[in-house]
């Protein structure tokens, strides 16, 4: 079982930026990828970025490919979300998952684990 707490959301101008964190904590020594999403209501979750175990490998989805970065920081048990260039449709929930597997396909639909979501939203 993996714990995730979502934080760093909050207003922003449009071309600012936000760091997001999810922090994990987990009783276990399985090892397990994060990925980052975001919904908007009445909206399928949106697969955005994720990084493996080992914090080597990371995804994009093209939408955020060059203005996102996903890393992680192994001592903090915190994987962060590095958002640039904001614009208004990037306003939104985000939410952490994690899972076994490193997803690295567009229509990953998450894993078994999810944190409850930090808002963003990006002020024209």
């Known amino acids: 079982q993996v714990q995730l707490v979502e934080s760093g959301g909050g207003l922003v101008q449009t071309g600012g930026s936000l760091r997001l964190s999810c922090t994990a904590s987990?009783?276990?020594?399985?090892?397990?990828?994060v990925a980052w999403f975001r919904q908007v209501p009445g909206k399928d979750r949106e697969f955005l970025a994720s990084i493996d175990s080992t914090g080597r490998s990371t995804y994009y989805v093209d939408s955020v490919k060059g203005r996102f970065t996903i890393s992680k920081d192994h001592a903090k048990n915190t994987v962060y979300l590095q958002m640039t260039t904001l614009q208004p449709e990037d306003t939104s929930v985000y939410y952490c998952?994690?899972?076994?597997?490193?997803?690295?396909?567009?229509?990953?639909?998450?894993?078994?684990?999810w944190g409850q979501g930090t808002r963003v939203t990006v002020s024209s």
């Open positions: 998952d994690a899972g076994p597997q490193f997803p690295i396909a567009s229509d990953y639909r998450g894993g078994p684990y």
């Open positions: 987990t009783r276990t020594s399985t090892p397990y990828a």
